[in-house]
Each structure stands twice: as C-alpha cells, then as structure tokens.
C-alpha cells in the first residue's frame, strides 16, 4: 500500500516538473531579433556552396542548423558550423570541401553576447585572418577553429577570452593557392586565460622568442596541451619553478628541440601522456622519469641524439601501456634491458616500439611476459639467432614487425598460436624450413603477412583454404612453386601482392585476372609463368606492375591507371606493337621497360609525353625511325632503344631532355650525321652508339 502512495506521489511530482519546466523554458518560441540579426549578418558574409545554412530562415532562430539558445532566456549560447562531412581519405576530399563553408567572419556575431561554444572547425576560409573580435566574447567557454585554413598572425585579442577552457586552433594549414599556416609572434596573451584546460595549437608556427613556456606556466589549471609540429626550435627549456602540475597530456612532439630532457617534467606527478617524438633532446633519460607514475604513454622516438642506457626507474611505471624508443641512441643490446624490463611496466604494456635502434643481441624470452602487448616492432635493427617459443606467450599480439633483422632458424611453432595477429612481418631475415598450412591455421584475422626475403619453403597444396582474408601478401623470395597458387582466389580483398622469385613455372589462370582488378601493387616477377595478359584497363589503381622475367606472350595489356609509376614487362615473350596511345594512357610512369620481348612496330610518339625517369625498350624488333618529338619539360634520365632495327639518324630534339643522363641506341641500322645538339646534352654520362 505504502509503496504504491509513494508511487503515485513520485507522479505527481514528475507532472508538476514537467508543467514548470513549460512555463520557464521550453515553450517559449523565438529567439532574440537583435540575435537573429547577428546571425543573419554573419551568414551574409559566408560562402556556402552546398546551401548548409539553408534552414536559417524564419523568425526563431534557435531552431537553425548548428544554433543552441538558452531554454530559458532564449539567448543563442552555442554555433556549431563544424563541417559535417570529415574525410578520411582522398575520396572523400571532394565532399569535404563542398560542404566546407568559406568568406569573410563577420562582427556581426558579436551581437551574441552570450556565446559560450563557438566552432567553425573543418571549413576553407583561404587564409584569412582571425579577426581580433573574436577576442571580444566574454562568455566564450569553448572555441574550435581548427582546420579551417585560416593563416596570419593569431591576434592577442584572444587573452581577453578570460572564460575559455577550451581553445583548438590545431591544423589550418592551408595549401589551395600559397602556403600558409598561424603564427605566433608573442605567447604571452595565452597566459591570461586563466580558466583554459585544453590547448591544441598543433601547426601553429610559433616565432622565436614566443615566451610559450613561459605563458602555459602561468596556468595553473590546463589539463591538456598539444604543441605538436610548432617549428619550436628552443634549445632550453629551464623553468625556475613549475606552476602546470594538473596537466595530464602534453605533446611537443615533431619540432626541433635541442634541449635535455627538462627536470620539471618530473614534477608533474598527474602526467598520462608524453610526447616527445620527433625532436633533437639529447642527453640521457633520467632516472627520475619514475616520478610519473601516472604515466600512461611515453614516446620518445626520432630523437638521435638520445644516448646512454635506459633507467632501470623506467620499468617501474606500471601504468605504462604504450612506449616508443624507436631511433634513439640508447645501449644496444636487448639483454641489458632485462633489469628494466622485468619491472611492474611489463603488467599493461600494450604497444612496444624499438625500430631503427641498432640492438643487436637475440631475443629474450623475457619478452613473452607482456601479457597485454598488442604491437611489438623491433624492425630494422641488427637482432639475430631463431625467434624463441616464448614470444608464442604473447597471446594478445596484433602486430607483429621483426622485418629487416638477422634471425635466423624456423618459423617457431609456437606463433601459431597468436590467434589476434593481424600483421605478421618477418621479411628480410635469415629463417629458413618449411611452413605448413597447419602452422597458419589460427591466424584467421590476419591482414598482412610478409615472410619475403628468407628462405622459407611454404608447402600450401592447391585445394587449401586460407583461414584469412589478406588484404597484403608479401612472400618474395619464398618456394612456393611449381604451382600457381590457387588459393590465391580465395583471398579477395588483397591489394598488394609479392610473389617474385617464388619458382612458380605453370600457367597463369584466367580467374588471376578476373579477381585482383582492386590490386595496386603486383610483383610476380623472376618466375617461369606461362600465357598471356588481358586488357587491364578496369585496373585503374594500378601503382606498380612487375611481370618481369617470366614466360608471357601475345599483345601487351593495356592499361588506365593515372597512378601506375612502374611498368616492367622485360624478359618476357610479348609481341606485336607497342600501343600508340602508351604516353597518354599512363601519365605518371616513372619506370617503363619493355626491353628483351619480341615486340616490333614503331616507337610510338605519346613516348615523348613521359615525364620522368627511365625508358628502356630494348632488344625487341622495333623499326622504322627514332620519334622525334621530345621536349624541354620531361625528366626522362635513361634512353634505351638499343638492339633494334631502328633507322633513320639520331635527331636532333633528343637533346631537348635536359635531364638525359643515358642514351644507348647500339645495334640499330640508324645513319647519317650527330647532330651538333648533342652537345647540350649536358648531364649526359652514357652515350652508347655502338
Ligand atoms: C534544453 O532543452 C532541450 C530539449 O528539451 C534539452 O535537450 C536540453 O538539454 C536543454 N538544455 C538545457 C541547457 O537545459
Ligand atoms: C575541434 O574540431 C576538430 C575537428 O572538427 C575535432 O577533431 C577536435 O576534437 C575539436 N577540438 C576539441 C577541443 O573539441
Ligand atoms: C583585448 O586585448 C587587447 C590586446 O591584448 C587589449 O588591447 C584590449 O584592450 C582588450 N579589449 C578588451 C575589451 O578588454
Ligand atoms: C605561476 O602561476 C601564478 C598564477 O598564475 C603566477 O602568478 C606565477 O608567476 C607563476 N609562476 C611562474 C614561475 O611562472
Ligand atoms: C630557429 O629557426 C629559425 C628559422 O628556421 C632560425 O632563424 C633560428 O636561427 C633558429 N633558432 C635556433 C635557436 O635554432
Ligand atoms: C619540483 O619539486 C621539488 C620538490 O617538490 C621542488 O623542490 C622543486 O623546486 C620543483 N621544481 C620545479 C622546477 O618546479
Ligand atoms: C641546438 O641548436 C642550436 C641552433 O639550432 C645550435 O646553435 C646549438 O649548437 C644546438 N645545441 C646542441 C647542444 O646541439
Ligand atoms: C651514439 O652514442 C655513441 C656513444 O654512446 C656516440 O659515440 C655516437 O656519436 C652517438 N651517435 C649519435 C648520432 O649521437
Ligand atoms: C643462427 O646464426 C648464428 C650465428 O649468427 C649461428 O651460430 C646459429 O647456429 C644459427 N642458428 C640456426 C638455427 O641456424
Ligand atoms: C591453434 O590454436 C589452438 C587452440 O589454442 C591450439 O591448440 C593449436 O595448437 C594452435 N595451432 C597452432 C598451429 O599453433
Ligand atoms: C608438405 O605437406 C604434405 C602434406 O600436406 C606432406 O606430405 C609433405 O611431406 C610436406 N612437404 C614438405 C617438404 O614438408
Ligand atoms: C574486404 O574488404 C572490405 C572493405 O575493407 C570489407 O568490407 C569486406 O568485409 C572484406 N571482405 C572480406 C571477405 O574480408
């Protein structure tokens, strides 16, 4: 009974809540004319091609797109004019800036007085200014202006902001007609707002002698700082006593920082993320580093001139989940780390990064302990012996980078356990022995698989089925053949593809063709694959094509791709003519050879639209006379039409190529005079007439 009366009261309650809350707020329609103004003034000055702001129309503005007023006093208290449409890659670029707004920042907005959130993030405004009267909104507790190309001197009038607690001004560089980027001349204004928690002024440039040190220190209550990329180039960064000790993120990384690691750092007690990456501390890393037990991330790659040993003291920040030392120049052998490494950090590491270090020495089995590590790369340093079963202990590893080391003996046994891997790279080591399609079993998820350069067996019979969905294989160098493999069908989404000098001698099938049209890289050359190539014009995101040193025959493909930049087809039996249309179809070739085929016809002149690098179609039966239509504006280095039967004389616009370093034309039939334009042949080195 009782509860039932309180039931009902709660009721009542609610009813009488939600009829006050009618009286004072909701229901009250419009907003404020003097505000509706401003904000019509202020789109007066806007582009806006895509018609984003079409909904402000009409008396109540608070009803418009991106516009908040306040539920009681009615007064417009937030804009959000942030591009709807954030792109993530290329493709999307197009619809980014169509939805991106542009023109003038109007005062008008000033008639918003009570603005307390203001983002105009993700537009093009084409390098105009910051006004200064953006200095002007008292209230303003949140102002994102990142990404939307503005440029110039960032005006001091921004001090004035004294209710700001967040200000983003991160990434407005702008490239659409001249480069620019904001500007720091003087930091001292960012010390006046006093209630600032969060500061990204990641790209902005700040002049020398920006006090920006100086300035941050004089805020007490700033949690987060991005300073990433800021042509910081200070060789001190003493501070006498430091005032910023609520700060949680700080990130310096990508300037050109000649200091030592500074002692204040360690006083900031609440730090959970360091980024130093990408700079020129040197010294060594101090041992007081231990002072940061908070620490959750700590990056100090590409920093050269790091040197010594690593503290001990750093093992011991058990919070630690992700840790960079790529590139420094810390004590090279993996051993001595076994002190620090043995510490608590091993408890929650998920990300070690060591590449480009110079460690030598084998892997410790020490290294199996992190049992929350995710991504481990050790790429590119001097580590040798096998890989021990302990890294099988690893059972949360997605990625695994032992690339371009010395390791040597089999694919351990134990890796086939990984059942998480989605990057596999083991390529450019000495690992040896045969893998079977058992040892791949578990790796379902998998994305990216590289065991090129070894000398690995992969005994993978024909009917297998792959348990992944590659979208990357890389097994160069490997024995794989005689077989074209026909689990490659299977692998549907794979866009990169390494299977030179795989001994495959067999005939290429026709699916092969029908099922990679995705694929941007493709290298099967150096094996002995029979038959011939398919019209590949729905390839279109063609890079890199290398059919080189096969068994191939019949007409060339032809291509489409604006992208392709190498195409090798050497050493193969192709035949007939070279396409008239080659030069056009395939503007940004860098690398064209065709050479040791049977092709014959005549050189096609859309040759001479090549703009770079290296031509080579030699030995074939090309006839009839040299083109004679190159130009100022091509980078071609290297001419090889040698061993043809080509005619005619050596003509005169050869030397149009300013940059020709390399010009073979021997074993041809061609006759008559040099031309005495040779001799502006400038940088030639080779010339073969023989
Ligand atoms: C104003 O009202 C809307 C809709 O009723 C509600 O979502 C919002 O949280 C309210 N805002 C404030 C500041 O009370
Ligand atoms: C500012 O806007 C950008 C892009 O729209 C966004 O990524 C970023 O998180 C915003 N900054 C803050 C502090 O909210
Ligand atoms: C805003 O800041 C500028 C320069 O920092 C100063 O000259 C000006 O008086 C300030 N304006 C107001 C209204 O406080
Ligand atoms: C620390 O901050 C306070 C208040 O912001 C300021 O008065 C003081 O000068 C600062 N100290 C240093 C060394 O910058
Ligand atoms: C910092 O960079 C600027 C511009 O590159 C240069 O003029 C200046 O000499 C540099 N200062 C130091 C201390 O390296
Ligand atoms: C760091 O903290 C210590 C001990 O609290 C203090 O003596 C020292 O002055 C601080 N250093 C700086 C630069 O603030
Ligand atoms: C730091 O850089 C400045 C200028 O960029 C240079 O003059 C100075 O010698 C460098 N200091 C060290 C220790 O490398
Ligand atoms: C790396 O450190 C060694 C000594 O530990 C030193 O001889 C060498 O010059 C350093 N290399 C660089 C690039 O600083
Ligand atoms: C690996 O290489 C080392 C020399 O670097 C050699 O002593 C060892 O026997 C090799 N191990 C295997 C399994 O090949
Ligand atoms: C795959 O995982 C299962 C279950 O963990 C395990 O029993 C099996 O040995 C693994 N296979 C390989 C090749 O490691
Ligand atoms: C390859 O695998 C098959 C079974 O799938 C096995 O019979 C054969 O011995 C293996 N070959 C090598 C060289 O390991
Ligand atoms: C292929 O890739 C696409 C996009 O990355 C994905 O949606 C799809 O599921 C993948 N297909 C397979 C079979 O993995």
Known sequence: ?????????????????????????????????????????????????????????????????????????????????????????????????????????????????????????????GGIRIPEFMGSFRQLKYLNLSCASLGGLVPHQLGNLSSLQ??????????????????????????????????DMTEVQFREGAHWLQALNMLPSVVEVHLQSCGINTTSLSLSHVNFTSLSVLDLSGNFINSTIPGWLFNISSLEYLDLSYNFFRGIIPPAIKNLASLKALDLSSNQFLEGKIPVELGKLCKLQYLGLSYINISKNLLEFEEVFSGCIKNNLETLY?????????????????????????????????????????????????????????????????????????????????????????????????????????????????????????????????????????????????MSSTEISDAIPNWFWRSFSQIWYLDISCNRITGSVPDLTDFIDLEYFNLSSNHFEGPLPNFNSSRLWLLDLSNNSFSGAVHRDIGKSIPHLEYLSLSTNNLSGEIPLSLCHLRYGSLDLSKNLLFDELPDCWNHSSLIIVIDFSSNNLSGSVLPSICSLRFLESLHLSNNNLSGELPSSLKSCARLNTLDLG
């Open 354 to 498: 060591m590449w480009n270090t110079q460690l030598s020495g084998y892997l410790p089995d020490w290294l199996g302990d992190f049992r929350k590590l995710k991504y481990l790369d050790l790429s590119g340093n001097s580590i040798f012996d096998p890989i021990p079963e302990s890294l099988g202990r690893l059972s949360a590893l997605q990625e695994l980078y032992l690339f371009d080391n010395k390791l040597n003996g089999t694919f351990p046994k134990s890796l086939g356990r990984l059942a998480e891997l989605i990057e596999l790279s083991l390529g450019q080591n000495f690992l040896e022995g045969v893998m079977s399609e058992e040892q791949f079993a578990n790796f379902t998820k998998l994305k990216y698989l590289d065991l090129s350069q070894n000398q690995l067996i992969l005994n993978l019979t024909s009917n297998w089925i792959p348990p992944f969905q590659l979208q990357e294989l890389v097994i160069g160098s490997c024995k794989l053949g005689p077989r074209f493999p026909a689990w490659l069908r299977m692998l549907k989404n794979i866009t990169y593809l390494d």
């Open 166 to 199: 967040y200000l983003d001004l991160s990434y407005n560089y702008y490239d659409d007609n001249q480069p620019g980027f904001l500007i720091i001349d003087n930091a001292i204004w960012i010390s006046r707002l006093s209630s600032l928690r969060y500061l």
């Open 1 to 125: 009974m009782d509860l039932k009366r309180t039931q009902l009261l709660l009721l009542f309650f609610a009813f009488l809540c939600a009829q006050v809350r009618k009286l004072n707020g909701d229901s009250i329609p419009g907003c404020i004319p003097i505000e509706r103004n401003a904000l019509l003034g202020f789109k007066e000055g806007l582009k806006d091609p895509s018609n984003r702001l079409s909904s402000w129309v009409g008396d109540d503005c608070c009803t418009w797109e991106g516009v908040a007023c306040d539920n009681r006093t009615r007064h417009v208290i937030k804009l959000d004019l942030r591009n709807p449409r954030p792109f993530s890659d290329a493709n999307d670029l197009f619809l980014y800036k169509k939805w991106s707004l542009g023109g003038e920042l109007r005062p008008s907005l000033l008639g918003l007085k009570y603005l307390n959130y203001l983002d105009l993030s993700m537009n093009n405004f």
